[in-house]
């Protein structure tokens, strides 16, 4: 089974804070690698073309954002950077 999982925070997808499954915006899964794989590079490509910035970790996440791009935190009392993260994940049957 293999998953691509889109979130969106004001955090990498990396990091994976608790309760990071609640920015979960898209979470598609595929039976074939082919698939995952065409699937996988579609959005990548999507992504690359919306946004100014890009960060790869670990070969499995991406974090997409443009400056302009953020949301006030009222906990900090200041704007916080929003992240679009792709998470690619192959799981063994």
Same mark, same amino acid.
């Given at each position: 089974m293999y998953t691509i999982i889109y979130m969106k925070a004001d955090y990498e997808p990396w990091w994976k804070f608790e309760g990071w499954e609640?920015?979960?915006?898209? *979470?598609?899964t595929f039976e074939t690698e082919e698939q /995952?794989?065409?699937a996988l590079q579609t959005k990548l490509q999507h /992504?690359?073309?919306?946004?100014? *910035?890009?960060?790869?970790k670990e070969g499995g996440y @991406? !974090? /997409? @954002?443009s400056e302009d791009?953020? !949301?006030f935190c009222e906990a900090c009392d200041d704007d916080v950077q929003i992240y679009h993260g792709i998470i690619a994940l192959k799981s063994e049957k």
């Open positions: 609640t920015f979960i915006q898209t *979470n598609e /995952f794989e065409s /992504f690359r073309l919306t946004y100014d *910035n890009e960060e790869t @991406w !974090a /997409f @954002w791009e953020s !949301a």
